[in-house]
């Protein structure tokens, strides 16, 4: 088993910055795409971006210009560096990774417990 753990919500006024930091734990062969969703309330989750594991970017067209994903493979970590937050940007931000286990045996989509990001005045 493997485990997702967020970190780096909270609250901030528009046009700040935050940085989301996740890490990968557990009984880990490997790590393939490791990613950031989000959720706002009454909404669906919707992809912020993702990275692969050669350190290939992907984002959500809207968000490419102020949001930038990393990834350290030795730490088994992405961060997610966010500028110039608006109040729509308010959201759960989940990590997900797509994980090769070695017990049981296989790769799994594990995703962390969300960590709230709130924009505003």
């Known amino acids: 088993q493997a485990q997702l753990v967020e970190s780096g919500g909270g609250l901030v006024q528009p046009g700040g910055s935050l940085r989301l930091s996740c890490t990968a734990s557990?009984?880990?062969?490997?790590?393939?795409?490791m990613g950031w969703y989000r959720q706002a309330p009454g909404k669906q989750r919707e992809l912020v971006a993702t990275?692969?594991?050669?350190?290939?970017?992907n984002y959500a067209d809207s968000l490419k210009d102020r949001f930038t994903i990393s990834r350290d493979n030795t730490k088994s970590t992405i961060d997610l560096q966010m500028n110039n937050l608006k109040p729509e940007d308010t959201a759960i931000y989940y990590c997900?990774?797509?994980?090769?286990?070695?017990?049981?045996?296989?790769?799994?989509?594990?995703w962390g417990q969300g960590t709230q990001v709130t924009v505003s005045s």
């Open positions: 557990g009984n880990i062969h490997a790590i393939d795409t």
């Open positions: 997900k990774a797509e994980i090769w286990t070695l017990a049981p045996w296989g790769v799994s989509d594990y």
């Open positions: 990275i692969s594991n050669n350190g290939r970017p």
